[in-house]
C-alpha cells in the first residue's frame, strides 16, 4: 500500500542492481513491487514451488526497495505470490523455426518482457511463414543455434547488475 503522505505519481523501474522492479498500480497508485530471489537457482519441480513469498524474502525485498524509493521500504504490504520464470540460458527469446518440422515457427523462452515488441515479432513470424523470410526485422540474432554456436545474447547493459557482459544467466530464474 501507498505510504500515507505519499502522493502524486511515481515512476515505473527496473532496478537491475537491487533487483527489483515497481511501478503504480490500481485506481490509488498502489505499489506493485516484484523482486528477483536469485538468477542461478535452479529450480528441480516447478510445479512444487511454493506460490506465497515468505516473510525473510518479502524484508529483503523491502530493503532492496528502499535504496531507489526510500518511502515504499516502510510501506504496508497487502499481498505477495511467488513463481518461477523460465528463461533460455541468455535470459533472451528464442525466435526460430523448427530444424525437422515444417512450417514450424516457434517464439519462446520469454519471460514476459516482450510484450513490448510482440507486434515486431508477430509481423517477422508471419512473413517468415508467408514470404519464406521475416523482411521487417531480423530476428536472427534470437535464433535457436546462437547456445550451440557459443553466441549468448548479451546487451552491453543487461538489468541484473550482478554479473558483467558475458555472464552465464541460467535457466530460470526465482521471482516474487
Do not use: M
Not at 94 to 115: K, W
Not at 128 to 146: H, M
Amino acid at each position: 500500500r501507498r505510504p500515507a503522505g505519499l502522493a502524486g505519481p511515481h515512476p515505473v523501474c527496473i532496478d537491475g542492481p537491487n533487483r527489483v522492479w515497481f511501478r503504480p498500480d490500481g485506481s490509488n497508485l498502489e505499489v506493485t513491487v516484484g523482486a528477483v530471489r536469485s538468477y542461478r537457482e535452479p529450480v528441480s519441480d516447478p510445479e512444487a514451488f511454493p506460490e506465497t513469498a515468505d516473510p525473510e524474502f518479502l524484508e529483503l525485498t523491502r530493503q532492496r526497495i528502499a535504496r531507489r524509493f526510500p518511502a515504499v521500504g516502510f510501506a504496508r504490504v497487502q499481498g505477495g505470490w511467488a513463481g518461477v520464470v523460465t528463461t533460455s540460458p541468455d535470459g533472451k527469446p528464442v525466435i526460430d523455426r523448427h530444424p525437422e518440422v515444417e512450417g514450424l515457427y516457434f517464439f519462446t523462452a520469454d519471460n514476459g518482457t516482450s510484450f513490448k515488441t510482440a507486434p515486431a515479432i508477430g509481423r517477422a513470424l508471419a512473413e517468415w511463414a508467408a514470404l519464406g523470410r521475416p523482411q521487417y526485422v531480423d530476428i536472427s540474432p534470437f535464433r535457436a543455434s546462437r547456445f550451440a554456436e557459443g553466441r549468448p545474447l548479451v546487451g552491453e547493459h543487461e538489468y541484473t547488475g550482478e554479473e558483467g557482459p558475458g555472464r552465464q544467466v541460467p535457466n530460470s530464474g526465482l521471482w516474487t
